[in-house]
């Protein structure tokens, strides 16, 4: 399959090295050095159960590149608004663009420049990123959940399945796509701000009590959110994403890695998020509203 994935930092790079591993004709399209050294030296993806350096083109330019059958778009929300449009190029007549972007929201916006019926909403569940120019870490393995919005099924859904199985990323074919990524907002919004505002990873700061409640405050607020919206979510599933993630090894979610470096950061998709949507329809969000007020002076970026 062509594919080019837009955004190849920890998560589009992560995928797009090991679909090119494959023998997927992938090209990524990335900036500054991190491209350079792609160029210069391949990619190489650490990951739990080993590691590996493959070749594969890269770009700045998605017009070099051309029609494609799959566009993965991994980008940062922030930038969502200047790079949708530079997606044209990499659209045929039968191009799909799966988005794994952070939020809720993102879907609707490729939607509204690239027509609907392209796109399929999906979420990530992993934890990558770029250790150093041109090499990337994942701490977590790749799972991917997506789907169409207007059927339950379909083929080409299937076949981008079993591409992304081939190439040993887990994947599956939600029938409620929305519902799919409102799962992972809940949590993801959620750790995201208690971890930044606590400058402390998830592992060592969920050992506090203190911590832990706020967490699943922070959880329950974003679940009463999506389910005021007709979302459907289980009233349970702030417990037991707490008991999910005690299993799982250390990880830094990506916005807390990025307050900590000074970059910009996705604060408005998230924790922003939760507040603008719950005000839209009376959800009052008093703990997202705190991480929010105590991290935006840092939103976009600072000197190091």
Known sequence: MRIAIMGAGGVGGCLGGLLAKAGNDVSLIARGEHLEAIRANGLKIIRPDGEFVVKVDATNDPAEVGPVDLILYTV????????????????????SIISLQNGVESHELLGSVLGPSNILPGAYWASAHVQTPGIITEDVLSKISFGEIEVTESLRALDIRKVFRDAGI???ISTDPVQILWQKFVVHSSLAGVTS??????????????????????????????????????????????EWIDTL???????????EAGRVTE?????????RLG????VKTPVHSFFY????????GRAV
Request: aromatic share 4%; charged share 25%; no cysteine.
């Open 197 to 242: 505002a606590a400058q402390t990873l998830a592992g060592e700061l969920l050992k506090f009590p203190d911590a832990r409640k706020m967490f699943l405050d922070a959880m329950e607020e974003a679940l009463a959110v999506g389910i005021a919206r007709g979302i459907d979510l289980s009233e349970n599933l702030a417990q037991e994403s707490l």
């Open 293 to 300: 007020s105590v991290l935006l002076p840092h939103k976009d």
């Open 279 to 282: 005000k839209q329809i009376g």
């Open 76 to 95: 940062k929300t922030f930038h969502n608004r200047s790079v949708i449009t530079t997606l044209k190029p990499l659209m045929g007549a039968d191009t």
């Open 170 to 172: 887990e994947a599956d």
């Open 249 to 259: 090894p250390d990880f830094q979610v990506s916005m807390h890695g990025d307050f």
């Open 267 to 275: 604060l408005d998709a998230l924790s922003g998020a939760v507040i």
